[in-house]
C-alpha cells in the first residue's frame, strides 16, 4: 500500500501495520510535511500515472517520482487523531559570561571598607603596636576633609597619689587630689573621672562622674595632656557622711 504527500506529491511505501502504530500520520521525507495517510492512499503505484496532465506539470511528479520506506518517515508515538509531536532543535548552550571581575573588585572594595572602620574606631590602640597608623589616620581625614577628633586611650594614663582627705578650710567636705601622667607619645584628652564611696561591707554609698572642666577648668582641660608630664589635679567634693568609709577613683574615656 501506498500514499502521497499532499504538498510535494511524493509517494511513499506504507505497510498496514505501520499505518496503524502511529495513527496514520507520516512525515514527508523530502519537505518534511506532516499528514494523515489514511486520507492519501493509494492502492498501487501504477494509480499515480492517472492523475492529470495539469497536476503533473504542478507537482513534478514525472520528474521526481519516487518511493520511500515510512519506517523512516514515522513520528514518535502518538495517539490516534491528535496533533504529532515535534523534535525542537537542540540548542548548544550559551557558556555563561563570568563576573570574577565584578567579584574581585567587590572584594577589594570590602577590605578596604573594613580597614577604614578600624582605622576610624580602633586607631588610637592599634597605634601603639605601629605608631605609623597614628600620621596615616590623620593624612586619610585631611585628605577627605574630616576633622580628626581627640581620643584618649586610658591604658596610656596613670592615676598617681590619689587620695581624699578633710577639706581644710569647709566643713563637712572633702578635698580629692591626684596627678595624672599620659604615656603616649602624643597629647591625648583628659579623661573622665569616677569617684566612688562605698561603705563597711562594700555596698556603694556615694558616686559621681567628674569631666575635665569641672576638676582642672575650662581653659586648661581645652588644651590636652602633654605627653609623659605630670599634670597634678584637685576638686573639693561635700562629704557624703561617716557610712562612707572607703573610696575609689577610676578614669574613663567620654563618649
Keep these: 500500500m501506498y500514499t502521497r504527500c499532499p504538498r510535494c506529491h511524493t509517494v511513499f511505501s506504507l505497510t498496514d501495520v505501520q499505518r496503524a502504530a502511529r495513527g496514520g500520520l507520516v512525515r514527508c521525507g523530502r519537505c518534511s510535511t506532516v499528514f494523515q495517510s489514511n486520507d492519501r492512499l493509494l492502492q498501487a503505484l501504477s494509480m499515480e500515472n ?9 507537482a513534478g511528479i514525472a520528474d521526481r517520482a519516487a518511493t520511500f520506506n515510512a519506517v523512516d518517515i514515522m513520528l514518535p508515538e502518538t495517539r490516534p487523531g491528535t496533533e504529532p509531536l515535534e523534535f525542537p532543535l537542540l540548542r548548544r548552550a550559551r557558556r ?3 563576573r570574577m571581575p565584578f567579584w574581585i573588585l567587590g572584594n577589594l572594595l570590602l577590605m578596604l571598607l573594613l580597614g577604614a572602620q578600624a582605622l576610624y574606631f580602633y586607631g588610637t590602640t592599634l597605634s601603639r603596636w605601629y605608631p605609623p597608623i597614628s600620621q596615616i589616620e590623620a593624612s586619610t581625614r585631611r585628605w577627605f576633609g574630616f576633622r580628626t577628633p581627640a581620643r584618649l586611650d586610658v ?3 596613670d592615676l598617681e597619689r590619689a587620695q581624699i582627705a578633710p577639706h581644710p578650710r569647709v566643713a563637712n567636705a572633702l578635698r580629692i587630689t591626684a596627678t595624672l601622667v599620659n604615656r603616649a607619645a602624643h597629647a591625648q584628652p583628659y579623661p573622665l573621672l569616677e569617684v566612688t564611696f562605698s561603705g563597711n561591707g562594700g555596698n556603694v554609698v556615694a558616686r559621681r562622674v567628674f569631666h575635665p572642666h569641672e576638676y582642672l577648668g575650662k581653659a586648661q582641660s581645652g588644651a ?3 605627653p609623659n ?3 597634678p589635679i584637685s576638686f573639693d ?3 557624703p557622711g561617716r557610712r562612707a568609709v572607703g573610696y ?3 578614669l574613663f574615656a567620654a563618649r
Excluded at 50 to 58: G, K, L, R, Y
Design 224 to 226: 590636652g595632656m602633654p
Design 50 to 58: 492517472e492523475v492529470s496532465s495539469s497536476d503533473a506539470a504542478t
Design 237 to 239: 567634693v561635700l562629704n
Design 96 to 98: 555563561p559570561r563570568t
Design 248 to 250: 575609689e577613683i577610676q
Design 229 to 231: 608630664i605630670a599634670v
Design 155 to 157: 591604658d596610656l594614663v
